[in-house]
């Protein structure tokens, strides 16, 4: 049984793979029917009868699949014990077993359903494995936003729950409940996170004014840290960055040390010379320097047949890497 539940785990397997995308998949789908509810219903946190019976009876199947998807987590774990405790244990104890209570009672709670989203911090590892994202620059980037989006929609979700709740110790209790759609509840979290509190929306129960005071605290580290990192790398990004694949049914060269405007533009002029008649064989040059204004100009001038890739420690062709030391061995050094 353990093994079975391993290998449906495993990203090594086919079945794996499949197995984790759907479980991402659908943690996103049942996080997008909360958002469909808290929109169509702004201001009932509890429905009951054919309200919302489409939306209930469709994320009651998602979670028989997260309840699945938990089993075999617990199958596959080393330590039964230190499992019961792991954060995503923790996030569906608070979203499972709500949604089939309450499609059992033909009733439908938004209460922590919103804690779905949490699953985004997994997406940049899931997608890493599932070979979409390749490089180390782009999982970086994916690790930063997923981080980003799962603080801000779990943080609009909870005032949401809070502010249409009200207080239970309110006179009457939950007297105090303010209709707010989650629409609102978003705009304030963002406003909240980047500390800029405008102040045309703010809490008005007890419990909501508590929780955006430790709020607060959390988003804005988590807005200083990922929102200047990821404008970092994109000022940072250079359209020379990249890899080169080879086409099929064309050759290429690749050509590398003192590349500099008179070296290439003496290369290509002997290289790419009509009386040689071969087209198709492309250059590709590899330094560790952007180009400077120069040789962008001949590169342009011969942007059919000519590559450019600025490089660091090491090389990437084709998918794969080589170090340094094996490249200068398979390169044309000027």
Request: proline share 4%; net charge positive; hydrophobic share 45%.
């Amino acid at each position: 049984m353990r093994s079975s539940a391993i290998r449906l785990l495993s990203y090594q397997y086919r079945t794996g793979r499949t197995f984790i995308a759907l479980s991402m998949f659908l943690s996103m789908a049942s996080f997008g029917i909360y958002v469909s509810e808290a929109t169509q219903w702004p201001n009932e946190i509890e429905k009951c009868g054919h309200k919302g019976r489409k939306h209930r009876l469709l994320d009651f199947i998602f979670n028989i699949f997260f309840l699945v998807h938990f089993l075999t987590r617990w199958a596959a774990a080393d330590n039964k014990l230190a499992f019961w405790i792991e954060p995503f244990s923790l996030l569906d104890y608070c979203t499972v077993p709500p949604t089939l209570l309450a499609f059992a009672l033909k009733r439908s709670w938004m209460g922590l359903r919103f804690m779905r989203t949490f699953r985004l911090f997994n997406l940049a590892e899931v997608l890493h494995n599932l070979n979409i994202i390749k490089s180390a620059s782009a999982l970086r980037f994916c690790q930063l936003c997923s981080f980003f989006f799962a603080i801000w929609l779990a943080g609009a979700g909870m005032i949401y729950l809070l502010e249409n709740t009200g207080d239970p110790f309110y006179v009457p209790p939950y007297g105090n409940a303010v209709r707010l759609s989650y629409g609102h509840c978003l705009y304030f979290a963002i406003v909240t996170m980047s500390t800029v509190g405008y102040g045309d929306i703010t809490p008005q129960t007890v419990l909501g004014r508590i929780f955006t005071s430790f709020f607060i605290l959390c988003a804005l580290a988590a807005f200083a840290s990922c929102i200047p990192e990821i404008v970092e790398m994109f000022l940072s990004t250079s359209k020379y960055s990249g890899t080169y694949a080879s086409r099929p049914g064309r050759r290429h060269v690749v050509v590398c040390g003192d590349v500099t405007t008179e070296s290439v533009k003496h290369f290509l002029d002997d290289f790419l010379h009509p009386d040689r008649r071969r087209t198709d064989v492309e250059v590709v040059f590899m330094n560790r320097s952007k180009p400077d204004l120069r040789l962008q100009s001949l590169l342009r001038r011969h942007f059919t047949r000519v590559k450019y890739l600025e490089v660091s420690d090491y090389w990437f062709l084709s998918g794969t890497f080589m170090q340094n030391s094996r490249s200068r061995r398979q390169c044309h050094c000027e």
